[in-house]
Nanobody, 123 residues
Framework: QVQLVESGGGLVQAGGSLRLSCAASGRTFSSYAIGWFRQVPGKEREFVAAVSWSGGRTYYADSVKGRFTISRDNAKNTVYLQMNSLKPEDSAVYYC????????????????WGQGTQVTVSS
């Protein structure tokens, strides 16, 4: 069992930066790949980035590649999403999730989800 809690969301101007954190509890955290997704009202949840259980492999959606960086610290049971050069279209609720399938972009392959954190980018 893994519990996930996101933090770090907020309001930022276009071009700014935010760092999201995903804090996990549970002894099996380091066994799970972690992904970040985002969702706006009326749209499906969208894959953003993922990191393998070791942190050695990372995966990104084309829309964020070069701007966002995912990383993890298994000693702290935490995954981070550094978001730079933010755009208004990055505004969404951001969720972290745990999967035994590294790098998957499919929501159904994620077993555990956090409650989400709101990111709003003003133009």
């Amino acid at each position: 069992q893994v519990q996930l809690v996101e933090s770090g969301g907020g309001l930022v101007q276009a071009g700014g930066s935010l760092r999201l954190s995903c804090a996990a509890s549970g002894r099996t955290f380091s066994s799970y790949a972690i992904g970040w997704f985002r969702q706006v009202p009326g749209k499906e949840r969208e894959f953003v980035a993922a990191v393998s259980w070791s942190g050695g492999r990372t995966y990104y959606a084309d829309s964020v590649k070069g701007r966002f960086t995912i990383s993890r610290d298994n000693a702290k049971n935490t995954v981070y999403l550094q978001m730079n050069s933010l755009k208004p279209e990055d505004s969404a609720v951001y969720y972290c999730a745990g999967s035994l399938v590294a790098g998957t972009r499919w929501t159904y392959e994620y077993d555990y989800w956090g409650q989400g954190t709101q990111v709003t980018v003003s133009s």
